[in-house]
């Protein structure tokens, strides 16, 4: 068997429906992990409690499945079957698109501004400090989807920028209002069960 952890999955399966036939590939993507790498940053609480995507390819057996089902459980995940479009789809906007826009902040924030940062910063820039070698090669893998989650994302600042510069206040309000019960809505979702896509 072979499990990829690849964090896009349209144009890794591709390549695994390649392998000679003696190979039963799986696509899979543990969402959990750090910006920093090396060993020295291991750390197997990663994997404790996070969604574990998998994606099965048309020549994936049962006994592949199981195996990368079980996998996910005994590290403690949550496995969650899904097509490869549908993990890129999601992955952009979960995942990818929050890279960018840590790394958005971090430039947009002079030096001068060091003596003020503080937990809030720190926890919304952290994820500039990944490895860029391997994020460039998530963002060029996936970047139709990840464009596509940018432009609703430049919509909703807008809409919230807009409403600064209007100085209204009780519209800013329902937005920030409308944010906080999606944002409820998304971390209770993502706490559920087991789920396929």
Not at 67 to 92: F, I, K, N, Q, Y
Not at 116 to 129: D, K
Request: proline fraction near 4%.
């Amino acid at each position: 068997m072979v499990l990829d952890l690849g964090s896009t999955k349209v144009d890794i399966c591709r390549e695994l429906e390649g392998l000679p036939g003696r190979f039963d590939p799986v696509g899979g993507h543990p969402m959990g992990g750090k910006e920093r790498g090396g060993l020295e940053n291991a750390d197997a609480a990663i994997f404790a409690g996070a969604t574990f995507a998998l994606t099965a390819l048309k020549r994936t057996s049962q006994r592949a499945r199981a195996m990368a089902e079980g996998l996910a459980r005994l590290l403690g995940s949550r496995p969650v079957w899904m097509e490869a479009e549908a993990h890129d789809r999601w992955a952009a906007a979960t995942s990818h698109l929050p890279y960018l826009l840590a790394n958005a902040l971090a430039l947009a924030t002079p030096v001068e501004a060091a003596a003020l940062v503080g937990p809030g910063f720190r926890s919304t820039s952290r994820l500039a400090a990944s490895f860029t070698p391997m994020m460039l090669d998530v963002l060029m893998t996936n970047r139709e989807n990840v464009l596509e989650a940018a432009r609703l994302f430049r919509g909703e600042l807008e809409g919230l920028e807009e409403a600064l510069w209007r100085d209204d206040s009780q519209g800013l309000r329902d937005c920030l209002e409308r944010s906080a019960r999606r944002h409820q809505d998304l971390m209770e979702k993502s706490q559920g069960g087991e789920a396929t896509a």
